[in-house]
């Protein structure tokens, strides 16, 4: 999924070369991604667009005259310059803004799913649009103290889980959170300071593996976890022990009545 970095020079490159050029025509290919109605999307012809901007991992096409198309590219859509089309564009073609020289700001999807979305917005309804008004700061210029309030805000959750929650820290997902924190055993098993005390998603259910995967299970949380979170730790070490006992009775249960027939036949025998 797109995040912060490539969508932050997206929308600076797209701002630079479309910055003044006149919307001659919108068209909406794949109805369903167009979520709103009034406005219409026909409002947008007519005006130039002032700029593209980036707020998490959404993106907003900025038109004069208080017009503002916001996309949300999700997993698989992607906003970018194409050639406009002579007939009907291509099936992952969601929406097509015309901005003149043979040229469309496209808007395209290309996963089955279709889940990417596009609200053409005024200035009240980009106000009070949901997804925007619920992210949280934005992590570029945000400060040790910003940082910390941001993290342990709301309630607790492992560390790696709260770097990608857009509503603590907007525009992380799994794969900035992971290089955040390079090699650190810390990154999939340390809470923050609002969920110390409670048993982390990654240790407090018992591996459904091999008991080799269970003890696995045990020693990361041991030796990822400090002094606070020491209950922790024992919690996932005794689960993962008595998941492994319980593994081993009942593997010792059902090799004992696969052996009863067998030994019933030879008492017969004899």
Do not use: F, N
């Amino acid at each position: 999924m797109p995040e912060l970095p490539e969508l932050q020079a997206l929308a600076e490159g797209l701002t630079a070369a479309l910055a003044g050029r006149l919307i001659t025509d919108a068209r909406v290919h794949q109805h369903h991604t167009l979520k709103t109605a009034v406005p219409p999307i026909g409002d947008l012809a007519g005006r130039r667009i002032a700029r593209i901007w980036r707020r998490g991992k959404i993106l907003g096409v900025e038109a004069e005259g208080d017009r503002t198309l916001v996309i949300h590219p999700m997993q698989a859509g992607r906003l970018g310059v194409a050639a406009a089309p002579a007939g009907r564009p291509g099936r992952t073609a969601a929406i097509d803004l015309g901005i003149g020289e043979g040229e469309v700001l496209r808007l395209r999807e290309l996963s089955t799913t279709r889940r990417a979305s596009a609200h053409l917005l005024d200035a009240a309804g980009l106000a009070e649009h949901r997804p925007l008004t619920r992210l949280g700061p934005e992590p570029i210029g945000l400060d040790a103290a910003g940082w910390r309030d941001a993290l342990t805000s709301g309630r607790g959750a492992v560390l790696h889980t709260a770097l990608r929650d857009g509503r603590r820290v907007a525009g992380i997902g799994r794969a900035y959170a992971s290089d955040i924190m390079p090699g650190s055993p810390r990154s999939t098993t340390t809470p923050t300071r609002a969920s110390r005390g409670r048993p982390t998603p990654c240790s407090s259910r018992p591996s459904t593996g091999p008991a080799s995967a269970s003890r696995q299970t045990c020693r990361t949380a041991s030796s990822a976890s400090p002094r606070s979170t020491a209950t922790t730790a024992s919690r996932a070490c005794g689960a993962a022990r008595a998941w492994s006992t319980s593994r081993s009775a009942s593997t010792t249960s059902s090799t004992a009545r696969r052996a009863r027939p067998a030994a019933r036949c030879t008492a017969t025998a004899g």
